[in-house]
C-alpha cells in the first residue's frame, strides 16, 4: 500500500500550496531524477566518444538510462531505446523513415481518439507519398475506440496503424494487446502512443508485441525528454536520416547529434525512483510479477507501476463521484465505476455555459492548477463539436496526489456552479 507521505517527500514542489491536476501536460520532478540532472552537470558533463574522464563517465550514464528504460518498457535489448527531444520529435523523424516503405494508394491508419503528434505525421506522410488515410472514431458516449471500424479497415491490409494507449483529453485505456494481435494478423505495423499511459501503469513491449512505442520522461516524474522503443530488425532494416559520421549500428544510428545529456541522465533519475516505489509500496504485487518472468530492476519497476495502478483506481473512483455529482458539469469519456480498468485518472468536463478557460482562471486563483483547450488532442475535440468553444477543462491525476485535494476540487467547482 502506497504511503503518501513517503511518496509526496520525494517531490521538492509539492511544498508548494499548489494542487497540481495539470499532471496530463506533465507532472512534477521526482528529487532523484532532480539530483542525477545536477550530478551529471557538475561530474561529467561533456560530449560523448572522447578518451578523457567525464566524457566516459558521461557515455556511462546514457548507457546506463538507456538499460533502465529497456527495463521500464521490458524491451528485449537497450539498443531498441531511442532518446530524443519529445514523442512529437521522435515520432516526425521516425515517420519519415517509415515513408520509404510505403507507395502510392498504400493505407495508413489513425484514429480520432489521439493526440495529434500521433496523427499529423502519418497524414503529412500520407500526402507526401500518395497514402490513402483512413480515420477510426470513437463513441461519443463514452469515449472508447470502435473496435468494429477498426477491423474493418484491417480488411484492406493498411501499413501501418497508429493508435495510442491512454487518452490524454478522455482517459480510455485502449485495448493496445488485442489492436496489435488484429493489426499483425493483416501485416500492419503498429505504432503506439503511450505517453499518456507511462505514468499510471506497467507497459511490457515483448508481451503486447508492438512494433514502436513512444513516450516522454516529463509526463512520468523526470525531465523534458522523450523516448522510442522499436523493434531492434526494424530500426535496423530502416534507413535513418543522419549525418555523415553517425554510426550505422542501433541505437546511434537513430540518435544523430548531440542529445540531451543531462536529460537523459534525468530519466535515469526517474527510472530510480520507481525502482524504489517498487522496493517500497510494491510487495504485495511481487509474486503474480515474478510469475511473468519478471526479475531485478525489472521486476521493481512492474512493482511500482502496478502498485500506482492501484493506488489510482482509488483516485479515479472518487474523481469520477466528485465530478458527476458537480451542477451542470458534464462530462466527457467514460463515467462507470465498473470500468474503471479502462481508463486513467484524467478526467476532461465542461461546467455549464462557462468557457473552460474561465473555469481553469477560477481554480488557478485557489491555487488548484488544471489545464483548458484541447491539449493538442484536436481530433477529439472536433469530434465533440468543441474546438471552437474552447474545448473542455482537464483534470488528471497521479500518484502523489490526494483525496483531500480531490476534495478541495470538489469545494471549488461547487463554488463556480
Request: glycine share 8%; aromatic share 8%; charged share 25%.
Amino acid at each position: 500500500m502506497i504511503d503518501l507521505n513517503q511518496i509526496r517527500n520525494q517531490f521538492p514542489s509539492l511544498t508548494r500550496s499548489a494542487i497540481f491536476f495539470d499532471n496530463p501536460g506533465g507532472t512534477q520532478i521526482a528529487r532523484p531524477s532532480l539530483e542525477r540532472i545536477q550530478r551529471y552537470l557538475l561530474e561529467c558533463n561533456a560530449n560523448h566518444g572522447g578518451a578523457f574522464e567525464t566524457s566516459r563517465l558521461s557515455d556511462a550514464v546514457l548507457e546506463e538510462a538507456r538499460a533502465a528504460m529497456a527495463d521500464f518498457l521490458n524491451a528485449a535489448r537497450a539498443e531498441e531505446i531511442i532518446f530524443g527531444n519529445n514523442m512529437t520529435t521522435l515520432t516526425l523523424h521516425l515517420s519519415r523513415s517509415l515513408a520509404q516503405m510505403l507507395n502510392p494508394g498504400d493505407e495508413i491508419v489513425v484514429t480520432r481518439l489521439d493526440h495529434d503528434a500521433n496523427i499529423s505525421p502519418w497524414l503529412l506522410v500520407a500526402e507526401d507519398r500518395g497514402c490513402q488515410v483512413t480515420w477510426i472514431d470513437f463513441d461519443v458516449e463514452d469515449g472508447t475506440l470502435k473496435l468494429d471500424e477498426f477491423e474493418r479497415a484491417l480488411e484492406r491490409r493498411p501499413k501501418l496503424a497508429a493508435f495510442g494507449y491512454a487518452s490524454n483529453a478522455l482517459g480510455t485505456v485502449n485495448p493496445v494487446r488485442k489492436l496489435t494481435e488484429m493489426a499483425h494478423a493483416a501485416g500492419t505495423l503498429v505504432y503506439v502512443d503511450a505517453v499518456q499511459y507511462a505514468p499510471h501503469g506497467p507497459i511490457d513491449v515483448q508481451d503486447l508485441e508492438v512494433d514502436f512505442l513512444v513516450c516522454s520522461s516529463y509526463k512520468f516524474f523526470g525531465p523534458h525528454a522523450g523516448i522510442l522503443y522499436g523493434r531492434a530488425d526494424l530500426l535496423r532494416e530502416l534507413k535513418a536520416y543522419k549525418v555523415r559520421p553517425a554510426p550505422d549500428s542501433l541505437p546511434g544510428k537513430w540518435e544523430t547529434g548531440t542529445q540531451n545529456h543531462e536529460g537523459i541522465a534525468g530519466v535515469l533519475g526517474a527510472m530510480e525512483y520507481l525502482e524504489w516505489v517498487g522496493k517500497t509500496f510494491g510487495s504485495e504485487h511481487e509474486e503474480g510479477l515474478r510469475e511473468h518472468g519478471y526479475r531485478g530492476r525489472r521486476l521493481e519497476l512492474k512493482k511500482a507501476m502496478t502498485a500506482i495502478r492501484a493506488y489510482e483506481f482509488e483516485l479515479s473512483r472518487t474523481l469520477l463521484e466528485t465530478l458527476t455529482n458537480i451542477p451542470g458539469l458534464r462530462l466527457y469519456g467514460l463515467t462507470d465505476l465498473r470500468r474503471l480498468e479502462e481508463r486513467v485518472p484524467t478526467f476532461s468536463f465542461r461546467l455549464g455555459d462557462l468557457p473552460p478557460r474561465l473555469v481553469a482562471e477560477a481554480l488557478a486563483q485557489e491555487n488548484i492548477y488544471v489545464w483548458d483547450g484541447n491539449y493538442y488532442a484536436l481530433a477529439v475535440t472536433e469530434r465533440l463539436g468543441l474546438e471552437g468553444r474552447g474545448g473542455m477543462v482537464r483534470v488528471g491525476a497521479v500518484h502523489y496526489n490526494t483525496l483531500e485535494e480531490v476534495e478541495r476540487l470538489s469545494d471549488a467547482l461547487k463554488r463556480l456552479a
